[in-house]
């Protein structure tokens, strides 16, 4: 079974630069994965951030950026501010209609 | 602008089956390319993607749920239904639909409360 791994919990002092992980317990992320990072606040549904590796959702601010790290998806926040206090999760695609979502990354900005 | 509402049971005892209705606007699922997700998530545990329905009804379910899983659509209606057989407590979660655009889901229904006990 896919397993895709966050790191649980990160921290970031505001204003600050912050990359969060996404990665395959066996193997490495790829392109042809196409993930995607989503946001959400406790109590509320899930908003899309980023898609297609590193496309911003409309509104999405541009100080959030996503990437291909090594054998890992990354979503970096830079000026870290208080309101992305909150919870991250990435999906990557398997294909034929599939996914698989990461454990969650919950950030704290202090 | 696309939206999408769930609807169905807030309880619902072990061993029964869950019904629950996605109704959605802002597309139809009949164009070439469209589909619905189902996502859950159990109270502060991470999102688990479920099932999708393609618009040429094509669908697709998680390996490890696949047996207690259906979906399927009402095109006439907007809407998608999942229904989930065998209820387990284990299942209690908050139960989101979403619009899937190609790789990704770029926009989610606010999610319904399921709480599976006796």
């Known amino acids: 079974q896919t397993v895709v791994t966050q790191e649980p919990s990160f921290s970031v002092s505001p204003g600050g630069t912050v990359t969060l992980t996404c990665g395959l317990s066996?193997?490495?992320?790829?392109?042809?994965?196409?993930p995607s990072w989503y946001q959400q606040t406790p109590g509320r549904a899930p908003r899309t951030l980023i898609y297609?590796?590193?496309t911003r959702s409309s509104g999405v601010p541009d100080r959030f950026s996503a990437s291909i790290l090594g054998n890992k998806a990354a979503l970096t926040i830079t000026g870290a501010q208080a309101d992305d206090e909150c919870d991250y999760y990435c999906a990557l695609y398997m294909g034929s209609g599939t996914w698989v979502f990461g454990g969650g990354t919950k950030l704290t900005v202090l | 602008q696309i939206t999408l509402k769930e609807s169905g049971p807030t309880l619902v005892k072990p061993t029964q089956t869950l019904t629950l209705t996605c109704t959605f606007s802002?597309?139809?699922?009949?164009?070439?390319?469209?589909?619905v997700a189902w996502i859950r998530q159990p109270p502060g545990k991470a999102l688990e993607w479920l099932a999708l329905l393609f618009w040429n009804d094509d669908r697709r379910y998680t390996p490890s749920l696949k047996s207690r899983l259906t979906i399927t659509k009402d095109t006439s209606k907007d809407q998608v239904v999942l229904t989930m057989s065998n209820m387990d407590p284990a299942d209690t979660a908050t139960y989101y639909c979403a619009h899937r655009t190609l790789s990704y889901f770029d926009s989610w229904g606010q999610g319904t409360l399921v709480t599976v006990s006796s």
């Open positions: 066996s193997g490495s992320v790829s392109t042809s994965l196409y």
């Open positions: 802002g597309f139809s699922l009949s164009t070439t390319g469209a589909g």
């Open positions: 297609n590796i590193n």
